[in-house]
Structures are given as C-alpha cells and as structure tokens.
C-alpha cells in the first residue's frame, strides 16, 4: 500500500516526502544526543560543585582545628594560670580564672590539671550536648603528654562523637612545670551547624563509619544523626581519598562528598560529609 500510494504521487511530492523523512531523523538523532550530553552536564557541573564545597568545608575543619590548639596554648601561657597553679591550684581560683577568660575559650570542655596529673578544675564553654563523656580522669594520656612539654592538637574518638583535643603544659615565669592545659571540642550538631551556615549545605559528621551529628533536622524537629554513608565513598577514604557520589536519604537524592578525617597517627577516625540536592 505504502508503495502504490508514493507510485501515485507525482515526482516534486516523492522528493518531498523524502526530503523531509531525511530531515526529520538526523534532527531526532541530534535531539536524543543533546538531551543525553546536556544531562551529563548537569550531572558533571553538580558533582563539581559538591567537589568544590567539600574541600572548603574540609579547610574549614582544619581552621577550627587551628583555632582550638591556638586557644588552648594561649590559655596554657597566661602567667596567672602559672601563678595560681604554683599557690596550690584552688578551686576558687580557677573557677575565678575561667570566668575572666571564658569569651577566649573554644566551646567544648576546659580542664586545668596539676604538675601531679589530678584534674584540679574544669569548666563547659558553650552549648557541648554530652560533656560528662567528654571529661578525662586524672592521669589521662592527653594529661600526660602536657605534662611531658608536648604541645598538640589531634581529632580523636570521645563520647561517641569526633572532637578536637588540645594539651599544652602551663609553666611559670621560671619555666617550672606547674600543670597542664586540656582543651576537647566536639564535632558535634552545633559544629555541622556553624558549617552549614557557612556554606549552605547540610553536613554529616561520621565516627569512623558510624553517623554521629549532622545538621539534618526531622520534619518534626529532631536532630538527625545522619545518614548511613554511601559505599563508594567509604571504599575510597579506606584509601584516604576524598569522592563525591550520589545518595538517596531523607526521601532526596542528594549528591554527598566525603573526605576521611585522619589523627597524628595517621589513622582514619571517620569521616566530613557533605550533601547537596
């Protein structure tokens, strides 16, 4: 039928016809093609964006880490911490200390010991959700390490959270021992929060690989732990690497990237989570 119907047309209208089936598959060709190169663009420039603000957010952990070993060690060097050490350590006069100096403070938890590792005083410096599992007991190794005039900052395992510890020694004005500054600082759902505010993208701190604070918030108001992550990106911080992948959670598909947290001893702790709709 088709055959005798073209057979029946004259000769302008076949070429026609032909003409503009010719047309009209290279355009659906060429339509399929853009469609699929522009998704890939899309899908690209989404996971370089993800890329991009993970490494700032990673910087900005490494800042924090900065900022609490440098708060701590200027806490340490104040000469009448020295003083008050060297007079017997009195309670009444390290809780009169902290009060001055509090504002210079990270938020986490402050502890002063003695020469003799007994932590004498302590002090919680703003709004820290568990700080009685952040609290070392007297000789604790981070003590000991100040008490040895090691100076250092590490991200180790407390509480069931990741937290930034600081220990300086305190020394007096004849460069005697006379005690030891311990500073910890949790990377908890306040510290994804000032991150997010930051960079306006939720975050996901994980202990080890374990979710343990985000800045997600259920529909009903609760703080969400964090989902569980993805397995490509845990695969590669195995490795220590940085990736960026997709993920569904919370009812979104979100593009997360992941950078493995490491300790001094250049262990993998958990891990700095980003997620992007």
């Known amino acids: 039928m088709p055959i005798a119907f073209m057979e029946n047309l004259r000769l302008r209208w076949r070429l026609a ?16 093609v853009a469609v699929r190169l522009v998704t890939a ?9 993800t890329d991009r603000t993970l490494r700032v957010a990673f910087n900005l952990l490494l800042a924090h880490v900065r900022d609490v070993f440098e708060q701590a060690s200027r806490f340490a060097e104040r000469g009448e911490l020295g003083h008050v050490l060297a007079a017997g350590g009195k309670r009444a006069a390290l809780d009169e ?11 986490g938890v402050v502890e002063v010991a003695g020469a003799d590792g007994r932590v ?8 820290v959700a568990q700080p009685p ?15 040895s005039y090691e100076r250092r ?12 510890r600081a220990v300086a020694p ?15 600082a949790p990377l908890d759902a306040e510290f994804a929060d ?13 202990l080890g690989e374990t979710p343990s604070a985000s800045s997600f918030v259920a529909p009903g108001g609760e703080r969400e732990r964090g989902f569980p992550a993805p397995e490509p990106a845990l695969e590669e911080a195995r490795r220590g690497r940085m990736s960026v992948c997709e993920a569904p959670a919370y009812g979104r598909a979100l593009s997360v990237g992941c950078a493995p947290v490491i300790d001094l001893e250049a262990r993998t702790v958990g891990l700095l989570c980003v997620a992007r709709d």
Do not use: C, M, N
């Open 17 to 32: 016809i032909v003409l503009s089936i010719a047309a009209v598959v290279p355009l659906g060709l060429v339509t399929t």
């Open 41 to 49: 663009g899309l899908e690209s420039g989404q996971q370089a964006q």
């Open 97 to 107: 200390l902290f009060g001055r100096v509090e504002d210079q403070l990270p938020d």
């Open 120 to 127: 004498l005083a302590r002090r919680v410096v703003g709004a």
């Open 133 to 147: 599992s952040l609290l070392l007991p007297d000789g604790a190794a981070p003590i000991r390490r100040a008490l």
């Open 153 to 164: 900052v590490t991200i180790e395992r407390a509480g069931g959270l990741l937290v930034v």
């Open 170 to 184: 305190v020394l007096d004005d004849a460069f005697h021992l006379r005690g030891a500054v311990v500073v910890t």
């Open 194 to 206: 000032s991150l997010k505010a930051q960079l306006a993208t939720d975050i996901v701190v994980y």
